[in-house]
């Protein structure tokens, strides 16, 4: 499709003639070589980085795009392994110790220093932890930190000496946290930018700790990553180089990355092809199969760690009626929706936890029956869909979503023999509606920072801010609970499966499918591995050229 | 003093002036092209679906983008084989993938026999026409325009209207009476334009939460913005004309304001505001699918000619007549409104008339 | 002339205010907030930003001190980017999307009148219908298929512009065209309906039959009467391209004042959305002010009262 033409070449020339004045200003040597060449012999990765993130500072950035700046600027004690999600790779703490996976000590390394050249130091993260849970800061990552014993009190003001807080610095190198119970993969959970230390001192020239417009970000980022900030521009780019103070800074490779916040897919697509970028973030859905069938050497699909969903309002009469939920449940072919929407290699989800999660095996759901979920219907009392109200299907404005929502709806109203209305609405507006329960059915995804079903499951715990299915159960609630005290590892997830047992056997929402990434890399970019969280490690990056 | 020579005829006979424009319009074998073809299209979009029965709605997601003239080989999929409608439609070759026991053999009778039972679900084989191919999920496209036709026609016209008697009624008034109501009245103009659009989008929506006739709000919310350029075009043409002689002559002789305005003036008005109309009528079509898209208007599912050029563009280089089919519609209808509206342009024109 | 200019500059003020106050309210009507996301802000800490931002106040405190803060020009802080203010966003990119939007205009005008004035001296000939089916065509199909389908030719196949970007030169070729060729459409068609009305009357003929050139009659005399309903056009017209295009910045990644607009009111950026409206208001009524003098110098009968 893109190979193009001689013939179609010259004619095409007669109608750019116009255009000449413009073309003089062409670079004459660009056939030679396309921009991404030249940036991986100048060692520059260029990244689409889906749209312009509103702040890179780690303790208040909540968005992914701002997140994968973050990870180059700032290194916590844990840092993102190349290759797995699942281990720890020391960043700036050379090993640990912990007791009952409650008492976790770091040791720092002592050659780690900030981009200023400054040390590093166990008083920096101190400042750091208390920065994040400063009430007046107001950051919405502080409730990441509440692991630690005393954080959400002091968080809530309910008290106001930080010393109470479970984190204490053991001299200038050692650093310890008690947390509130058990958690064994606290190392996992402190790749978070929010556990990222900040510099003090420019924290506090630009207006102290608990200014939450602080413009350091913009002005004098000061960072421990492996990259400082170089340069930006709004909407244009950010670009980070090499950090020469970073403790490791040999092993970076790679001298700048150039972070542009291409917010259309089809246009990152396009810059994509043009030869202008190393990677790009995501293909729009029909070109994927499209790319897939032409064997393009650059696009790749890996699972992801989300959950796309619908949530059911079940204080909605109708809803009410667990069968119903059920019904609605198992009459979506979930696999001809994957394969034939999406057209990625997303998974058909019958679990609401996703897959790929170490040593937990999630239980499932039935997939698609149509007679079962007639037989549901009818037992609650809608023989034939007879006398099932008109619901809608609430759902934020974007092509995927309504592609996804028609699907669905046309499915329902086959198998069950029901009307169901389609409603859009914008970002905003949408939040507002399904946050007040103002809908019947709405559309909801979820996404894990760390690789541990409890992001998922706590979701859905009776009366928590983000349950508005209106689902309460107690049963489900003290299986958490057991789970959250259990200091075993296995005996833990055992929990947690019982829990997700009764969630989804009470279908207070349908999972749809697990998300998964489909993306374009090219070949110079050497050290990119699959990653069920997408969180790289940039230091280890290479870009090598291919071999003419 | 002198009078313009069009002053003296107009009382006469205004009767013999509109035969005069019809005959004039019937000469222009263009307008008459466009006519012809615009009625073509309506006549298409409200009965053709009574003809060309396939249903706009109806999915096959195993059939995906298909060519325009295919016939596609449909399976229809009944878990319970007394059902009605049956549970799923796919094709004969997805039918091998996941249902059959034995891939060649099961596709074989099924296309054999026209019908097939394997563990109690039911297939039957069907075929269907699709002239103009099919959408990403196997929709009919044609079937899609028709009904989106009715939508964009009916929001085209209404909306252009609205537009229209806002804009060219303000527009006179205020460039013909000037002075402080003209101030007043274009710096209300100006208030408006600044006004955000997509706020205000969302703010109708809410307002109207719940309301029933939702594809009322899409007129008031075009009709809202699409006046404003209108009625500036309309006062600075009246800015223009009030100084001619035919309208001071027509002031000194004590004409009635009101007749200025309507009989000498608003004539006079006609070629621009026709020639803006039909710019306008593009603009308001496009308007709509971006109201859809902000869940103003249709439901999500009922695409106009603007959602489906919309959605035909993201699927550009997959599937391009997704987005050629309705674009051909749409540009040949607004090229037939528009030589329609060019030869009623021409038709009515006063000046060329006394030729 | 200069009272005419004064005093519609000083019916800005007025009018100004009106536009503050009722965008003011509108956006505290909408549904949702700035602090609102997919993952909940627990209540204290919304409480927390609410009060930092001033959201805590009554509201008219609230609309007298933005009020004020808009007219000192010292702008409240953005939520939507963290450590800005409006003016950081408005002057780094009104530069580009003026660029972008004067080179649009120029072809915009420099396509669109000429064809115009010579669809509508020979009409209904060839040199009537080819333009006119062109300008059409351009008005038939959208940017956003325009602008794609341009980068897929020009970028992709021919690799002669970019497809992307704002950095060099090149990148600045198909984003202008793109909104140039919309806009010419426009312009075009708005001409020779214009330029048609003109010929026809009177003092076009007078001219003719004083033996004036067939170029004189039609460019000298009818020009200036023909292009009236332009100029009406391009007043509005020129605040909107200045101040960007949405969906062309957004398909050729222009770091625009344009997306600013439409992501304001997403993101529901009180503060970004009062402030680029404000601005963009302030265009606005420079155009129109720039049009109607305009209007006033090439209609000689105005000018003389």
């Known amino acids: ?548 | 003093m002198h009078l313009s020579p069009k002053i003296k005829t107009e009382p006469e006979a205004p009767r013999s002036l509109w035969t005069d424009s019809f005959r004039r319009l019937l000469d222009n074998r263009l307008a008459l092209f466009g006519l012809g073809f615009f009625a073509f299209i309506s006549i298409m979009c409200y009965l053709g679906p009574f003809a060309y029965r396939l249903s706009p709605d109806s999915q096959v997601l195993a059939l995906e983008s298909t060519l325009p003239f295919t016939k596609a080989q449909l399976v229809e999929v009944r878990y319970d084989s007394e059902k009605a409608t049956p549970d799923e439609v796919t094709t004969l070759v997805d039918f091998g993938e996941v249902y059959a026991l034995d891939p060649e053999a099961d596709t074989a009778a099924l296309s054999r026999d026209g019908t097939l039972t394997l563990k109690g679900i039911k297939f039957d084989a069907v075929e269907r026409f699709h002239l103009l191919g099919t959408d990403s999920k196997g929709r009919d496209i044609l079937a899609r325009i028709m009904r989106g036709g009715r939508i964009s026609l009916g929001v085209a016209f209404l909306a252009t209207l609205t537009a229209l008697l806002i804009g060219v009624n303000y527009g006179l008034v205020s460039g013909y009476f000037g002075g402080r109501l003209d101030v007043l009245m274009m710096r209300f103009v100006d208030i408006l334009y600044a006004i955000p659009f997509l706020i205000f989008v969302i703010l109708l929506m809410i307002l109207f939460d719940g309301f029933r006739y939702k594809i009322l709000l899409v007129f008031i919310a075009i009709g809202a913005v699409e006046w404003l350029t209108m009625a500036r075009i309309v006062r600075g043409q009246v800015l223009h004309l009030k100084e001619q002689e035919f309208i001071s002559a027509a002031r000194a002789t004590g004409v009635k304001t009101f007749s200025i305005l309507s009989k000498h003036l608003a004539p006079n008005l006609l070629g621009p505001v026709v020639v803006y109309s039909t710019l306008l009528i593009p603009a308001v079509m496009l308007l709509e699918s971006t109201l859809s898209f902000l869940g103003l208007g249709m439901g999500a599912n009922m695409a106009s000619w603007g959602t489906m050029i919309k959605d035909g563009q993201e699927s550009m280089r997959s599937a391009p007549w997704e987005l050629i089919a309705p674009s051909i519609f749409f540009s040949a209808t607004l090229f037939a409104m528009n030589f329609l509206g060019d030869g009623l342009r021409d038709a009515l024109d006063v000046k060329s008339a006394k030729d | ?305």
Not at chain 1, 297 to 326: C, Q, S
Request: proline residues 7%; glycine residues 6%; contains cysteine.
């Open chain 1, 1 to 548: 499709m893109y190979r193009f033409l001689s013939k179609e070449r010259s004619r095409a020339a007669l109608a750019v003639i116009a255009l000449l004045p413009f073309l003089s200003s062409c670079n004459p040597n660009k056939e030679k070589s396309s921009v991404r060449e030249q940036a991986t012999r100048d060692g520059i990765f260029l990244y689409g980085n889906t749209g312009e993130p509103p702040s890179i500072d780690p303790h208040l950035n909540t968005a992914i795009n701002g997140m994968r700046v973050t990870e180059a600027l700032v290194e916590g004690l844990i840092a993102n392994h190349p290759t797995d999600h699942n281990l720890p790779e020391p960043g700036v703490a050379k090993n640990w110790t912990h007791q009952d996976a409650t008492v976790w000590t770091f040791e720092l390394r002592e050659n780690a220093r900030w981009s200023n050249g400054d040390p590093l130091t166990a008083r920096d993260f101190l400042y750091s932890i208390r920065r994040v849970l400063e009430p007046d800061l107001g950051s919405n990552n502080a409730y990441f930190l509440y692991i630690i014993d005393n954080a959400q009190a002091y968080n809530e003001g309910k008290i106001t000496d930080f010393s109470q807080v479970g984190v204490k610095a053991l001299g200038d190198y050692r650093i310890e946290f008690t947390l509130t119970g058990p958690f064994p993969h606290f190392p996992n959970i402190i790749k978070h930018p929010a556990w990222h230390p900040v510099h003090s001192p420019t924290i506090e020239a630009a207006g102290g700790m608990t200014k939450p417009d602080s413009n350091w970000t913009r002005k004098n980022y000061v960072g421990n990553g492996p990259f400082k900030l170089k340069e930006w521009v709004v909407n244009k780019t950010i670009s980070v180089e090499r950090n020469p103070y970073y403790w490791d800074a040999e092993t970076v490779s790679i001298n700048e990355i150039h972070f542009l916040p291409i917010d259309n897919t089809n246009t990152e697509d396009q810059v994509f092809n043009s030869g202008r970028l190393h990677y790009q973030n995501s293909v729009p859905p029909p070109m994927i199969p499209i790319y897939l069938d032409n064997g393009d050497p650059y696009i790749r699909a890996e699972p992801w760690l989300g959950t796309y969903f619908y949530m059911l309002n079940t204080e909605v009469p109708a809803l009410a009626d667990k069968r119903v939920r059920k019904a609605l449940s198992l009459s979506i072919n979930r696999k001809a929706l994957v394969k034939r929407i999406l057209q990625g290699e997303q998974h058909p989800a019958l679990s609401f936890t996703p897959l790929g999660i170490e040593g937990y095996e999630p239980p499932e759901l039935e997939g698609f029956d149509p007679n079962l979920a007639r037989q549901l219907f009818a037992d609650a009392g809608y023989p034939d869909g007879e006398g099932f109200p008109r619901l809608s299907l609430l759902f934020n404005s974007s092509e995927t979503h309504k592609q996804i929502a028609e699907s669905v709806l046309q499915m329902w109203s086959s198998v069950l023999n029901i009307e169901v209305d389609l409603q859009n609405q914008e970002w905003k507006t949408f939040l507002e509606s399904r946050s007040n329960r103002n809908f019947h059915i709405a559309r909801s995804g979820w996404i894990g920072t760390w690789a541990y079903p409890d992001i998922f499951l706590s979701l859905f715990i009776s009366g928590g801010g983000n349950n508005d299915t209106g689902w309460a159960n107690p049963n489900y609630d003290s299986f958490l609970e057991k789970a959250n005290n259990e200091p075993d590892p296995e005996k833990r997830l055992a929990f947690m499966h019982e829990a997700e047992q009764v969630l989804l056997e009470e279908s207070p929402v349908i999972p749809i499918y697990h998300y998964s990434r489909v993306y374009r890399i090219a070949p110079e970019v050497k050290g990119w591995y699959p990653k069920l969280n997408d969180n790289r490690n940039y230091k280890y990056l290479k870009l090598e050229a291919a071999t003419p």
């Open chain 3, 1 to 305: 002339m200069l009272t005419f200019i004064l005093k519609r500059l000083g019916q800005a003020v007025p009018v100004l205010l009106a536009i503050y106050t009722i965008t003011f309210f509108m956006i505290r009507l909408a549904p949702g907030g700035p602090f609102s996301d997919e993952r909940k802000v627990a209540e204290h800490i919304l409480e927390r930003q609410m009060e930092y931002y001033g959201y805590n106040d009554p509201l008219i405190v609230q609309y007298g001190r933005t009020l004020l803060q808009h007219v000192k020009l010292d702008l409240p802080p953005l939520t939507s980017h963290i450590g800005l203010t409006a003016a950081d966003i408005i002057s780094e990119s009104f530069p580009v999307s003026l660029e972008l939007g004067l080179w649009a205009m120029a072809i915009a005008l420099f396509l669109g009148v000429p064809a115009g004035v010579i669809a509508a001296s020979r009409q209904n000939t060839w040199l009537d219908y080819t333009p006119m089916s062109l300008a059409m065509t351009g008005i038939c199909l959208p940017t956003f298929v325009v602008g794609p389908i341009l980068a897929l030719i020009f970028g992709i196949w021919l690799r002669w512009t970019s497809v992307a970007g704002w950095a060099s030169p090149v990148d600045r070729i198909l984003p202008s065209l793109t909104l140039g060729l919309y806009y010419a459409a426009y312009i075009a068609r708005l001409t020779r309906g214009g330029m048609l009305e003109i010929l026809s009357s009177d003092f076009v003929r007078t001219a003719r039959a004083k033996g004036a050139t067939e170029f004189r009659a039609v460019v000298i005399h009818a020009l200036r009467g023909g292009i009236l309903p332009v100029i009406s056009f391009l007043g509005p017209a020129l605040a909107g391209l200045v101040t960007g295009s949405f969906v062309v910045e957004t398909i050729f990644q222009v770091p625009g004042l344009g997306r600013h607009f439409v992501l304001a009111a997403v993101n529901r950026d009180h503060s970004l959305i009062l402030s680029t409206v404000l601005f963009y208001a302030s265009l606005i009524m420079l155009a129109n002010l720039m049009v109607d003098v305009l209007q006033v110098l090439l209609n000689p009968k105005l000018r003389y009262k």
